[in-house]
């Protein structure tokens, strides 16, 4: 199995044929700012297409002070009004029930994926932050599930027309990044399968029958993200930092490299150079250059910026 670590000046080597390598190499995406085509092309992978000619994904990018206390304690009802205010930013609307309705209805069975890891899981606040706009929405309770493993026996995920995924940004040993992508590797009966080349394919699961054109929105939680971490069991709390930000997008890669760039941006802040991850997080690039998943290329993607700006890192 290859681990090889990709810095930034791999990603820029490659500049002509790898879209992330924009995300490494400059810290530039707010709308407005980034060099945008003429002809916006499709995201692929079922990813619903924006009514904006000029970037072909959204991101939104939601930060509040007090959205992370002492020792690590979320705010629910700041997080709540952080979810709501970028789910409106993402659809355009200006009020959040109505951007809600856009992503769930009444005849829907919903599956929100979580992630249980016990170190950094999803948080309870966020998870229910969802799941209450969820049944605001009007779906049934009876029709609305919590899950991260055990998801492929879940009946109600088992019987979802919607999905919608939420995950803690974090280094990861075998993806390079624990990300909104490889969130989805639950829905396979053995996730080692998906482990070759730094997890190279995980974008592939997305194209399953069990989740294809499912899912209507991705949430990478940004509280407390994992910047740092050696070895498959390395956690350490001192490689955790408050940047109490959340990314909300249509476009799962998107967010993701929105993500890995925030990350790659504290790791150079933290170490004082371009410090290798262990493991590449080429699985991002991928989804986009080989599996059409979605867009890696920055400046392809519209970051709207909400909130607090102390730090943003972009």
């Known amino acids: 199995m290859n681990r090889r670590s990709l810095t930034r000046r791999d990603f820029l080597k490659a500049a002509a044929v790898t879209p992330l390598a924009g995300a490494i190499g400059g810290f530039c995406t707010s709308a407005g700012t980034a060099a945008v085509p003429s002809t916006a092309p499709a995201s692929g992978g079922g990813v619903a297409a924006l009514k904006s000619i000029a970037f072909p994904s959204r991101v939104v990018l939601v930060r509040d002070a007090s959205a992370v ?40 069975v ?3 994926k979580t992630n249980s890891w016990n170190y950094l899981p999803t948080g309870k606040e966020v998870e229910e932050a969802i799941r209450k706009r969820v049944l605001d929405a009007g779906v049934p309770a009876d029709k609305v599930a919590i899950a991260d493993r055990g998801v492929l026996t879940n009946p109600v995920f088992q019987a979802a027309t919607v999905l919608i995924n939420a995950r803690p940004a974090r280094v990861h040993y075998w993806a390079g990044m624990g990300s909104c ?3 989805y590797i639950q829905f396979v009966p053995k996730p080692s399968d998906y482990h070759d080349d730094a997890c190279a394919d995980l974008a592939t699961i997305w194209s399953l029958p069990v989740v294809k054109d499912r899912t209507r929105l991705n949430v990478l939680v940004m509280l407390t993200p994992l910047f740092h971490n050696i070895g ?33 941006a504290q790791r150079m802040k933290h170490f004082g150079e371009d410090k290798p991850l262990e493991t590449s997080a080429h699985h991002i690039m991928l989804a986009d250059t080989r599996h059409k998943l979605g867009t890696s290329d920055p400046n392809l993607i519209e970051v709207i910026k909400l909130g607090w700006k102390d730090d943003i890192l972009i």
């Open 232 to 264: 498959p069991r390395g956690f350490s709390e001192s490689y955790l930092w408050p940047y109490k930000g959340l990314l909300v997008g249509k476009d799962p890669v998107a967010v993701d490299a929105t993500g890995y760039r925030i990350i790659q």
């Open 110 to 112: 919903v599956g929100i």
């Open 181 to 183: 992508i490889k969130n």
């Open 69 to 108: 206390g002492e020792a690590r304690k979320l705010n629910g009802p700041v997080i709540q009004k952080m979810l709501d205010d970028a789910v409106a930013a993402l659809f355009g609307e200006k009020d959040a029930a109505a951007a809600w309705k856009k992503i769930v209805g009444p005849a829907d």
